[in-house]
């Protein structure tokens, strides 16, 4: 089945300094991978998204992720952080060959920025 | 309008006790999703629902009981409720066979069990 890591519990970084949060995945097909972020007592919002194409995305409020088939990654990135991007992210994946219904979270990376 | 909206937001209760959680999207989504966020915000995926047919079913007791009456809404409803159900139920919608398939979820709903 497919699966997503995130190997950060916690990112802190300084408001204007580019931030990144890491992912992994590991499909049997091809990824459809995603990013969400959840701000305290809200449901999670969609990001952003990779199904083909560019590997490099981008996506709402300034964020980009890049897709790298060989380390299996599709880390979270901003060149620029702002204090109000503090929130949880969640990667996810789903088998683009596989049942396209059944998409799978990371555990969360708790992101940080200070002014 | 919002566009997956579920009740209540909050839900205090006994053990022992039934309760439900209803859910509706109006974004014409032909699957919708319950999802379970526990106290260390670890999300896991509880049912799936395709055109009101039963999809997954991962591994939940069986007091958890979903119910969809037509494709627009889907409700969870909780038997003989435990303290360990204590969670934010979140519901999800997404349309199948979709080039894009992002999830759109609700604002969740927040079961405290005492």
């Known amino acids: 089945a497919q699966s997503v890591a995130q190997p950060e519990d916690q990112v802190n970084v300084a408001e204007g300094n580019p931030l990144t949060v890491k992912c992994t995945y590991s499909v049997s097909g091809n990824p459809y991978l995603f990013w969400y972020v959840q701000y305290p007592n809200r449901g999670l919002q969609f990001l952003l998204k990779y199904i083909t194409g560019d590997n490099l995305v981008k996506g709402s409020y300034g964020f980009e992720a890049e897709f790298n088939k060989s380390q299996t990654s599709f880390h979270l990135k901003k060149p620029s952080a702002l204090v109000s991007d503090s929130a949880l992210y969640f990667c996810?994946?789903?088998?683009?060959?596989?049942?396209?219904?059944?998409?799978?979270f990371g555990a969360g990376t708790r992101l940080t920025v200070k002014p | 309008d919002t566009a997956v909206s579920q009740t209540p937001k909050y839900l205090v209760t006994q053990m022992g006790n039934d309760k439900s959680i209803k859910c509706e999207q109006n974004?014409?989504?032909?699957?919708m999703y319950w999802y379970k966020q526990d106290s260390k915000k670890f999300l896991k995926i509880m049912f799936s629902y395709n055109n009101k047919e039963l999809i997954i079913n991962e591994t939940v007791p069986n007091r958890f009981s979903p119910k969809s009456p037509d494709k627009a809404h889907l409700n969870l409803h909780i038997n003989s409720l435990e303290l360990g159900d204590s969670a934010v139920y979140f519901c999800a919608s997404s349309q199948w066979n979709s080039d894009t398939g992002e999830l759109f979820f609700g604002e969740g709903s927040r079961l405290t069990v005492l």
């Open positions: 996810a994946v789903r088998d683009g060959y596989g049942n396209n219904n059944d998409m799978r």
């Open positions: 974004l014409g989504h032909d699957t």
